[in-house]
């Protein structure tokens, strides 16, 4: 048995030949043309335009949307296993993928209307455009419904003015779906969701933010001057907002721990190769149990987090026809997988020990970059609190 096939034994969970072939088509497409070049992104940042565009040619970026509006048209079990491989080659054209298709695509074919679809959800699912997400500002991180962003609203125009930040792909976004406060005294129920254009005036880029990990993922601050927004950019209605960023943030929570497990696999399969070739004290390093059970802690962590992943997937495919929430599932799914890939990563590190820490090899990649998917899109503490919430009946 090859350390592939050793990672996907699945034993209960047959997938389709269909699921089989989009998870090949992307394990090849991650392989061959992300994990060479994703050493040199990541040293120098920049985003991987040349691959994200090939993405969108192979349907990767609307993988759930339907054809009419320019997607794959398959479903969530789809989604997760493409990402999954993608993100095993390299976490920041991940989250460029899961961005683009779960906070953004998602988010207009839930609540956009049909002229939106046509305009924005179509190029942004088809590859021709890039979509992203903006709910954060600097004073306003877990506790998101006290965001100050103001937007004012005159006849059929709103003004937009204010500073977001941590915005992922934004210095390569057309569009960005922003949540801004109409209505400042009504809390939660004051907050709209907007579709705005990159290259409009009164939108600009603040300062990139320099990261840890995934550092070929674009992520900056953005400002609005006056910012004129047409009624016919606002998505749902006025103050809907923290409801459509809740909504959509559950369903990107699937493809955060999508994301985490496959650094997590990629750190597992890396140890597994080390530990059965690396020698010391005149045995393989895997023949001692010191090492031999960290490869089981890390194993059946990750069998673990797939197990939550593919019930949170079917959760949301289900929620296609029935419009029940997957907040749970999603909440669940994105916490242990986050945690395995940052538990994964750092024993990988320490199996691989002098060459885990060192730049020739991409442990130490995966180590910073499984950390981002323990904090975005919802810290484990956030999840914590949503988990806990739901079980105990709180909300
Ligand atoms: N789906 C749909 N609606 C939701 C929802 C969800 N997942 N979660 C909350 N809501 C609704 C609630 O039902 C409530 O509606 P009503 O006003 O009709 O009662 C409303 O939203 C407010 O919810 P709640 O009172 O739970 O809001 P809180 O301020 O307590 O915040 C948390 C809830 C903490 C869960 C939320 O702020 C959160 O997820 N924070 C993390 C934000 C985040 O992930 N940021 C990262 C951004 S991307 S880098």
New binding site residues.
């Given amino acids: 048995m090859t350390t592939s096939e050793a990672s996907h034994p699945t034993p209960n969970f047959q997938l389709s030949p269909e699921h089989e072939m989009i998870r090949q088509a992307a394990r090849d497409f991650a392989q061959n043309e992300i994990a060479p070049i994703a050493p040199e992104f990541d040293e120098s940042g920049k985003f991987p335009h040349e691959t994200i565009a090939k993405m969108g040619e192979m349907g990767f970026m609307g993988i759930e949307i339907p054809e009419e509006y320019g997607g794959a048209g398959l479903d969530t079990l789809a989604y997760v296993l493409a990402l999954e491989e993608i993100c095993k080659a390299d976490a920041a054209h991940g989250t460029i993928m899961s961005v683009n298709n779960s ?1 953004f695509c998602y988010g207009l074919l839930r609540f956009g209307t049909e002229e939106q679809k046509q305009k924005y959800l179509k190029p942004a699912a088809s590859g021709q455009a890039l979509g992203a ?1 903006s ?2 500002e600097p004073m306003s ?5 006290t965001m100050r962003s103001r937007a004012t609203r005159e006849g059929d125009t709103y003004t937009l003015n204010g500073r977001k930040s ?1 915005v ?1 792909s934004a210095p390569a976004a057309n569009f960005i779906v922003v949540f801004i406060v109409t209505e400042p005294e009504m809390k ?2 004051g907050i709209t969701a907007f579709i705005v254009e990159t290259d409009k005036p009164g939108f600009s880029l603040g300062k990139p933010e320099p990261k840890l990990g995934i550092r070929a993922s674009a992520t900056s601050e953005i400002l609005f001057e006056n910012y004129q927004c047409s009624e016919e950019n606002r998505l749902g209605e006025e103050g809907e907002g ?2 459509i ?3 959509v ?2 369903a ?2 699937i493809g955060i721990a999508s994301q985490a497990l496959g650094i997590a696999e990629a750190a597992y399969e890396a140890s597994v190769e080390y530990a059965r070739e690396r020698e010391a004290f005149g045995k393989k390093i895997g023949q001692f149990q010191g090492i031999g059970f960290k490869i089981a802690d890390m194993k059946t962590r990750i069998e673990a987090s797939r197990l939550l992943i593919y019930q949170a997937a079917l959760a949301k495919e289900r929620s296609k026809d029935t419009g029940e ?1 997957f ?1 749970l599932e999603a909440s669940m799914a994105k916490l242990f997988a986050s945690e395995t890939a940052v538990y994964c990563s750092n024993e990988a590190v320490q199996i691989h020990a002098g060459m885990g820490y060192s730049k020739e090899l991409p442990v130490e990649r995966y180590y910073r970059d499984a950390k981002i998917t323990e ?5 484990s503490e ?1 999840q914590r ?2 988990i806990s ?1 739901m079980e105990l009946g709180l ?1």
Avoid: C, N, P
Avoid at 375 to 379: A, F, K, L, V
């Fill in positions: 906070l997400y709910l954060t991180g877990s506790d998101a419904g941590w992922s939660h129920q923290f409801k960023a809740m909504t943030l559950d990107g929570r929430r907040t904090i975005y899109e919802g810290t956030i609190l949503v919430r909300r």
